[in-house]
């Protein structure tokens, strides 16, 4: 049983910065790529950044140049530095982990899920 922990979050005022982590019950190479999806309430969820085994990063277009995905593989965990953080980017982030299974020789992506962390950015 994979497991995903966050933790980081919490009351922020706009402009302001916070740093989000996530750990891994399992070894972080033995997922193709993790990253963050975030819900607002109302919302559906929505990508935020990912990170791939290579180091290859992509970002959801309302957060490039604002928030910087890394991987600690020293600490075992998952980094998302929010900076320059504004109202619209209050939800709850949650992390996610992605490999591939194969059934009947065909692939397919299975996603882990952490329970989240609540993000607010407000004055």
């Known amino acids: 049983q994979v497991q995903l922990v966050e933790s980081g979050g919490g009351l922020v005022q706009p402009g302001g910065s916070l740093r989000l982590s996530c750990a891994s019950s399992?070894?972080?190479?033995?997922?193709?790529?993790v990253g963050w999806y975030r819900q607002a309430p109302g919302r559906p969820r929505e990508f935020v950044a990912s990170i791939t085994n290579s180091g290859t990063t992509n970002y959801a277009d309302s957060v490039k140049g604002r928030f910087t995905i890394s991987r600690d593989n020293a600490e075992k965990k998952v980094v998302l530095q929010m900076n320059s953080l504004k109202p619209e980017d209050t939800a709850v982030y949650l992390c996610?982990?992605?490999?591939?299974?194969?059934?009947?020789?065909?692939?397919?992506?299975?996603?882990?899920w952490g329970q989240g962390t609540q993000v607010t950015v407000s004055s």
């Open positions: 996610n982990g992605q490999d591939t299974f194969y059934y009947n020789h065909m692939p397919g992506t299975r996603h882990y």
């Open positions: 399992r070894n972080w190479n033995n997922f193709n790529s």
